[in-house]
């Protein structure tokens, strides 16, 4: 706060007629800090004391980066707004702008050119190739205009099929609904998760309570969690079937050995003064963790429960590619196959707001759930 | 540095072991009461890191009286406050027996009532349910732990923050609670780790009050650690000084100035004579001349004639 006054004091020697910056520039930054000291902050005495004055507060220039400071809820709207728009615009740039990118021209006109047909993809170069020996025989050059290669539809056409394959029916027989086998992969990831928590919660809280028991799970635990769950795949359709048993399976896998070690952390970073402060006052074993250990640590649990709730969103399109396709992936490997890739698009997006929307709601709810908790987001 | 000491009250030949008539007839009827807290030749020793041990108490003898009020202090490092973990049962003993009224300490327990320095209130409970905690804990049904705590709560004047959360309190009210919590479950003896340093000085003389209006009232026979002299002298019945590397007793003082206590006392002979001792036996004047600052430490970055002192 205070550095453009001391550098200004203090950087010159003491010496006499040195390079001083004469008196005023000395005195202008502690005028200013005496009129008003919570303003001084980010003009340092580089800016001059006089423009500083004169300035309103709200216009001074800021440094970009520093201590943070809390940006104003507009401010804060306005900026997550952009951090969307940002990439929607690029998106939209590169679909719609003909000059950018569009390696590809498709065909309107094929002309005489035997191999082309209106709607195809053509390299750029392969199109002037053929409109060059076209012209040089004098036969009917084909007509295109410049394309994005069919895996990149434009922004309008995803919200097209977004909108269509939500409501819509299939047009192929053997396709299922988009919402449908949503559902199913909904379902998919929370049995994983039910189950997994079952056991790995209050594993997780034993083993960060009990140094014994950590001792004797922990190591084997570490050990397993670097084996990629979908390893198990094969395995688990042997011991599982090919339908839904093998899939939930991946999720628990992949979820269950992260949780106890995330779980038995967070257990173990309880404020010790607290579990002193119960065991003066007579609380002992399962009570002391009923009592005291669990719900000191019930904020931080439901924290982790969230971002474990991500990660097993991650191992859904694996689980799910295991025995027979089924859920969103399936619906997303068909229309691929297809070449439906706007629907593919619709796809992965709903997966990341259905993703999105737990999160925030489940934040919500533990804002109401623990307003002790001042470190909830 | 203190070529001049600004004020000097006339130290009058007051020995901080003179002790008035009612003071020594209150001594006389403390020490006739029965022992509430015994500590036995004990030792603590902790295993450095790189091998050896480092002594952090050794040898220390004590006795208590019921309803005393003890404060114990010493130079940082003296192990003060392993010694109160230790009574309270947070930590052992290498060597030597703690008795509370007779019965040796193996473990934490509600006969003895704990305040930490730091805010250890459970942040998830009511402020009436923190200090039901302890009776519930020890087998009262919720509802009957509720009504006694609500009674506790009346005690230190905070019936009306009954429903509130912890985080809603003052750092004074903090503590109130955290007593009335320790003071709930009806331990024979208090300990209180630096239970007020983190308070600024005004919440601190508050508190202080309230604490001995508290003990003046109910059975109780409270440890105080501090590093505040002023607190130890205006609080105690006795002192219990100890000494650094290792930790011993190096004296235990009773405190001259008579009850009931106030601010005011400050300056009177017995309190500054009593003072006078506990500096002495805290900072050694070989020590002094080592801490305090010598001119030629720093270097000079102002230009001359630029004084302000």
């Not at chain 1, 053509?122 to 004098?138: I, L, M, R």
């Not at chain 1, 999105?356 to 109401?368: F, K, P």
């Not at chain 2, 050896?52 to 202090?73: M, P, Q, S, Y």
Request: overall charge neutral.
């Amino acid at each position: 706060m205070r550095h453009g006054v001391e550098r200004a004091s203090l950087l010159p020697p003491a010496g006499e007629g040195g390079p001083r910056s004469g008196s005023d520039e000395g005195s202008a930054p502690s005028g200013e800090t005496a009129t008003s000291p919570a303003h001084s902050v980010g003009t340092l005495a580089r800016e001059g004391g006089k423009d500083a004055l004169d300035v309103p507060p709200s216009k001074r220039r800021r440094s970009w980066i520093g201590v943070a400071r809390p940006l104003s809820p507009r401010r804060r709207t306005v900026l997550a707004i952009l951090s969307f728009l940002i990439p929607l615009l690029t998106w939209a740039a590169v679909s719609y702008v003909p000059f950018l990118w569009h390696p590809l021209v498709e065909v309107t006109d094929p002309g005489d050119i035997a191999w082309m047909e209106p709607g195809m993809r053509v390299p750029k170069a392969a199109f002037a190739d053929e409109v060059a020996t076209a012209k040089a025989a004098g036969t009917a050059e084909p007509a295109g205009k410049p394309a994005n290669p069919v895996y990149l539809p434009a922004p309008h056409e995803v919200a097209t099929a977004f909108w269509t394959s939500l409501t819509a029916q299939p047009t192929q027989r053997d396709a299922i609904r988009l919402p449908l086998s949503l559902w199913h992969s909904i379902q998919i990831i929370f049995w994983g998760f039910v189950l997994s928590s079952i056991v790995g919660v209050p594993l997780g809280i034993l083993c960060g309570a009990q140094p014994t028991l950590a001792r004797v799970t922990e190591p084997v635990i570490e050990f397993v969690r670097y084996m990629p769950a979908p390893a198990f795949g094969a395995l688990m359709v042997a011991i599982l079937g090919i339908y839904d048993g093998p899939k939930i399976a991946i999720i628990v896998i992949g979820t269950f050995f992260q949780q106890v070690l995330v779980i038995a952390n967070t257990t173990r970073r309880i404020e010790p003064l607290l579990i002193e402060a119960a065991l003066t006052l007579g609380a002992r074993n399962l009570r002391l963790i009923r009592r005291v250990i669990v719900p000191a640590m019930l904020p931080q649990l439901y924290r982790d429960q969230r971002i474990l709730l991500g990660w097993a969103w991650t191992y859904l399109i694996v689980a799910e590619l295991i025995g027979t396709s089924s859920g969103i992936t399936f619906f997303i490997t068909q229309q691929a196959r297809y070449q439906h890739f706007d629907n593919v698009y619709a796809a992965i997006l709903i997966i990341g707001l259905v993703g999105s929307a737990t999160d925030l709601a489940l934040a919500w709810l533990g804002r109401r759930l623990f307003p002790y908790d001042r470190s909830e987001a | 540095m203190n070529p001049v000491s600004p004020v000097v009250l006339p130290l009058e030949a007051c020995d901080y072991r003179t002790q008035c008539e009612p003071v020594r007839a209150r001594f006389d009827k403390l020490k006739s009461r029965e022992v509430a807290l015994r500590v036995d030749k004990l030792t603590k020793t902790f295993a450095k890191p790189g091998g050896g041990t480092t002594v952090a108490l050794k040898d220390i003898d004590l006795v208590t009286h019921r309803r005393e009020f003890l404060c114990v202090v010493g130079p940082s490092g003296c192990g003060k406050s392993t010694f109160v973990r230790i009574l309270a049962g947070l930590e052992t003993s290498t060597s030597g027996v703690v008795s509370v009224e007779g019965v040796p300490v193996s473990g934490p327990g509600a006969d003895r009532g704990m305040v930490f320095q730091g805010y250890t209130l459970f942040p998830w409970l009511s402020v009436l349910r923190n200090v039901a905690f302890g009776l519930e804990e020890n087998g009262t049904p919720r509802r009957e732990a509720e009504r006694e705590a609500r009674q506790w709560l009346a005690l230190i004047g905070l019936e009306a923050f009954a429903d509130s959360y912890p985080h809603q309190l003052s750092g004074g009210m903090k503590q109130r609670v955290a007593i009335a919590r320790a003071l709930a479950t009806r331990p024979r003896i208090l300990l209180m780790d630096e239970p007020f340093s983190a308070l600024d000085t005004q919440s601190r003389a508050r508190m202080q009050a309230y604490l001995i209006e508290i003990w003046k009232k109910i059975d109780i026979t409270i440890v105080f650690i501090t590093h505040d002299l002023d607190e130890a002298v205006h609080l105690a019945d006795r002192i219990l000084v100890l000494s650094a590397h290792p930790g011993e007793v190096a004296e235990l003082i009773e405190v001259p100035v008579p009850r009931p206590r106030s601010h005011n006392q400050a300056l009177t002979p017995e309190f500054r004579a009593t003072r006078a001792r506990l500096d002495a036996l805290i900072h050694p004047p070989k020590d002094e001349a080592e801490e305090s600052v010598a001119p030629d430490v720093v270097t000079r970055m102002t230009s001359a004639g630029d004084e302000v002192e």
